[in-house]
Each structure stands twice: as C-alpha cells, then as structure tokens.
C-alpha cells in the first residue's frame, strides 16, 4: 500500500506536518500484513515557487513533478492544510490546481486541517469535503481537525485513529489488498417486450472484488 501524505504547514516545525505525521502512523499501525503501508511525506513549503512557475508557464519543474506523479500513483492519500481564512490555504488548493483533473478519481483520501481555534473546524466539510469530491475522490467519512487545545487533550487520538481505520478500509478492504480492484462480470439479457433487458439484482451481484 503506497500512502502519500500532502502536508501544506509553512513553519517548521508544523502543527500541520504533525498531525499529518500521526494521521500515517495510525494508518501503518492499521495496514494489513499482506499490504503495509510504504508513506510518502510531500512538503508543499518546499515546492512553493515551483507551483507558481506551473501555474504560469503550465510545466512543472523537477521537484513538483515527482510529487505529482506520487500523487497520482498513490493508493491513499492524506492530505492537510492550516486554515487560513475560514480555508484552505492558497498553497494547498494551488498544488491540487496544478494536479492532473483526472488524478485523484476513485483514490481515497482522509482530509485534515490544523487551526488556532476549534470554530474553524468546519472547513473540514464546506472546504476540504467538496474540494475532493470535485476531484472525484473517496473521501472517507471522518476528517481530522486539531484546534491548538486539542494537542494532548482527549479526543484528536481516537479521532485520528477512527479516520486511519477508514482509509485502510476503503484502500485495503477486508480480505482484499491495495491492488485489488473490481470489475463486472458478462450478463446474460433476457427479452423483455422486443428489447434485451438485464435485471437490476443481477447487474449487482455482477460485481465482485477481482485481484489485479
């Protein structure tokens, strides 16, 4: 299982990087044996002046275009932004607008975000939440936001954890692995009024899990 997390701190040392950094520990500790996890940290700080040359010119430079490519061929990703605005950073929507549009379909992704006061945790789902969905993304159902006073304090551990169990599940699912994918199975239509008509129940059933 190949995880790549996007960490958009600035500072150094970063909240942000941290909590990304506990997000991917949860997510190794839960990976199955058949697939660990191999993670990937990309620094989006340290690509700055890259993503804006992409922006204007269209053609990533060197350093922007490995991470990309992590990106795209990552099983999961998580991904992590201060808020900056009630938002998410300029860095980080800027790296995913320079993103191949077609990238993160069908990838799961666990969206988290640091912040100075509990109030902004809502960015989680009117931000983060439609970003990825646009990007047609899996976004799994529980995203991590750490306000400073929840550093150390109950609830951000069990959190992290909950959202790490997730992103397992929805890259490895049970009894499956990372490469697993699913395909359908040929139909056969029955005649229904002149026309060739397969059920409903049976186009579902079709589908099952097919090692790659």
């Known amino acids: 299982m190949k ?4 960490s958009a701190g600035l500072s150094v040392p970063s ?12 997510v190794v500790g839960r990976a199955p044996a058949a697939a660990p996890a191999e993670v990937e940290v990309v ?21 922007l275009g490995a991470a990309l490519d992590a990106v795209a061929s990552a099983d999961g990703l998580i991904v992590v932004t201060p808020v900056f605005s ?22 799961p992704v666990l969206i988290a975000a640091t912040g100075g006061s509990a109030r902004h945790s809502l960015v989680l ?9 646009y990007l047609r993304a899996v976004v799994v159902p529980t995203g991590v936001y750490a306000a400073s006073e929840d550093w150390g304090a109950e609830g951000l551990a069990e959190r992290v ?3 790490a169990g997730e992103l397992v599940a929805a890259v490895a699912p049970a009894g499956g692995s990372a490469t697993e994918r699913v395909e359908p ?3 056969e239509p029955v005649r229904v009024g002149g026309f060739d ?3 409903f129940a049976e186009q579902l059933a079709a589908l099952r899990p097919t090692q790659a």
């Open 3 to 6: 995880l790549v997390v996007v």
């Open 15 to 26: 909240s942000t990087r941290l909590l990304g950094d506990r997000l991917a520990a949860a």
């Open 43 to 63: 620094e989006l700080r340290d690509l700055a002046v890259e993503i804006a040359h992409n922006l204007t010119t269209g053609f990533p430079g060197p350093s």
């Open 86 to 107: 009630a938002s998410y950073s300029g860095l980080f929507k800027s790296f995913f607008d320079v993103l191949d549009r077609d990238a993160l379909a069908g990838k």
């Open 125 to 133: 789902e009117h931000a983060l939440r439609p970003l990825f969905a």
């Open 161 to 163: 954890e909950r959202a």
């Open 185 to 187: 199975v040929r139909l």
């Open 197 to 199: 008509v397969v059920p």
